[in-house]
């Protein structure tokens, strides 16, 4: 079964350092991969994904986020934050088939300091 | 327009009632899911509907019942509600059916189970 896992529950920066954010994943074949952001009382917004092809990804609000296949890793990456990017960050894995879903981790709570 | 709107937004409700909660998405997609999330942010995978058919049933109690009258709606009704059942409730669609694509999120219902 794949599983995604968020070693950090909360990050706290400062604004307009950097930002990197660890997601690792468990799953049998090629895995694709999402990033999604959650601020406070609102639904997820997909940042960025992975299909295939060039390992470093760009999304949205100047993120980033590289696929390292022998770590099964998929950071978060932003070289300067800014206060608005307070917010919960969730990372994904999507199995496809007949029935495609996606796991999601539980999140890392990003807290920005003026 | 909202691309994914659920009503209501907040639901607080005694123990054993039912309540139900509606979604509608106006992207035209062919796939719509149902998610929990709980008191520590964790989200769940409920249910996924592909063109008005049940293609996802994660082991959801049978007081949780799912239904889809058409593409672009997807319905929650749960019986006889439990302290356990209060989260929030995403509903959520997609473009793709069998393979993986974007999630779009809805804003969330807050179900509060006293």
């Known amino acids: 079964a794949q599983s995604v896992t968020q070693p950090d529950i909360h990050i706290t920066v400062s604004e307009g350092a950097s930002l990197e954010l660890r997601c690792n994943y468990s799953?049998?074949?090629?895995?694709?991969l999402f990033w999604y952001v959650q601020s406070p009382g609102q639904g997820l917004q997909l940042l960025l994904k992975y299909f295939s092809g060039d390992t470093l990804v760009q999304g949205i609000k100047g993120f980033e986020a590289e696929f390292k296949r022998s770590q099964s890793s998929f950071n978060l990456r932003k070289p300067s934050v800014h206060w608005s990017d307070a917010a919960e960050y969730f990372c994904?894995?999507?199995?496809?088939?007949?029935?495609?879903?996606?796991?999601f981790g539980t999140g890392t709570r990003l807290q920005v300091t003026l | 327009d909202t691309a994914v709107s659920q009503t209501p937004k907040y639901l607080v409700t005694q123990m054993g009632n039912d309540k139900s909660i509606k979604c509608e998405q106006n992207?035209?997609?062919?796939?719509m899911y149902w998610y929990k999330q709980d008191s520590k942010k964790f989200l769940k995978i409920m249910f996924s509907y592909n063109n008005k058919e049940l293609i996802i049933n994660e082991t959801v109690p049978n007081r949780f019942s799912p239904k889809s009258p058409d593409k672009a709606h997807l319905n929650l009704h749960i019986n006889s509600l439990e302290l356990g059942d209060s989260a929030v409730y995403f509903c959520?669609?997609?473009?793709?059916?069998?393979?993986?694509?974007?999630?779009?999120f809805g804003e969330g219902s807050r179900l509060t189970v006293l």
């Open positions: 992207l035209g997609h062919d796939t």
């Open positions: 959520a669609s997609s473009p793709l059916g069998g393979g993986i694509g974007e999630l779009f």
């Open positions: 994904a894995v999507g199995q496809t088939g007949t029935a495609s879903k996606l796991t």
């Open positions: 799953y049998g074949a090629t895995p694709y």
